[in-house]
């Protein structure tokens, strides 16, 4: 439960904290993020145990890939339905896989600077979103198993 509520409480901080213009317009705020996430990944992938990639369960990674094809797949069908550019498509799933430190690096790729708001939104947006959705599923799926 501690980790649950250090979770929502950094997300609710950080979200209360954007509207406050005086910390919204911090010089280089923008830098110190991404450093402090490329931090948070660095440490994050040196915790890594390496018996997950020889003892993989297949079932597992197949669902997981399941999960990220079909999401894709049902981006693209409602970005086409909506017609939405290409480029806002591509700058927006690679932010819902890889996050935002990867966003400039895709949009210079693709020669487009205009699609770096729309990326960032959908970053941000999903980071917010799929922490509360990642927690209130986990504690219904926990409730409903009885554990």
């Known amino acids: 439960m501690r980790t649950t ?9 950080g979200l209360a904290c954007s509207f406050i213009p005086t910390i919204r317009n911090l010089a280089n705020s923008f830098q110190l993020g991404g450093y402090l996430i490329l ?13 997950i990639i020889t003892e993989l369960d297949y079932s597992l990674a197949g ?6 094809v079909g999401s894709l797949i049902l981006q693209a069908v409602l970005c086409r339905m909506l ?19 990867f966003i400039p690096t895709i949009a210079g790729s693709l020669k ?23 927690i209130i599923v986990a504690n219904t799926t926990r409730w409903l198993l009885g554990t």
Do not use: H, K
């Open 63 to 68: 669902y997981f890939i399941f999960i990220l």
């Open 83 to 101: 017609d939405i550019d290409t480029d806002t498509f591509l700058i927006t799933s690679s932010a819902a896989i890889m996050s935002v430190p």
């Open 112 to 134: 487009n600077r205009e699609i770096l708001l729309p990326g960032f939104a959908a970053a941000i947006i999903g980071y917010a979103a799929g922490n509360y959705l990642g």
């Open 39 to 51: 931090i948070f990944c660095f440490t994050s992938g040196t915790m890594v145990n390496a018996n």
């Open 5 to 13: 509520t250090t979770i929502v409480a950094i997300t609710t901080l």
